[in-house]
Structure formats: C-alpha cells, structure tokens
C-alpha cells in the first residue's frame, strides 16, 4: 500500500530540474511559471513539430488539390 506522504517527483519538460507533482505546484508539470512561458513560446515559434511522412497514394491524390487560376468556385 502506497504512503499517502509519499511525494511523486517529475523532471520539468523545460529545464529537467526534478519538482513535486501535486496539487501546491501549479505548474505542473513544470518547476516555475518560467519554463511554462519557454515552453509557450516554443509552441508559438513553431519550434515543435511532428514529421510528416508522404506516401505515393498522397502523390496521387494531391493532384487533385491543383486548381484551375481560370475557374470560379462561385
């Protein structure tokens, strides 16, 4: 049976300082509302991104997606 004392230690995505998961850090996840701002702006920036893998079918299809300057859509 677990301690109820027990205090559950996560390293910060930011820096990698280790810091209490519970309910008096409020920014859990993170150490200080510091590596929360970092993090923010590393999403704003752009800076994360997921790889994106094409495949032939994605070939096929995309041209499709190429639109004719002359033609109206409306």
Do not use: H
């Amino acid at each position: 049976m677990l301690n109820s004392n027990t205090v559950t230690l996560v390293a910060c995505p930011t820096c990698q300082t280790k810091t209490a998961w519970s309910q008096e850090n409020a920014d859990r996840p993170f150490c200080s509302a510091r590596c929360k701002l970092i993090d923010l702006g590393a999403w704003a920036s752009e800076s994360y991104s997921i790889p994106q893998q094409t495949s032939d079918e994605d070939e096929i299809f995309s041209e499709d997606l190429v639109t004719d300057p002359n033609k109206s859509f409306l």
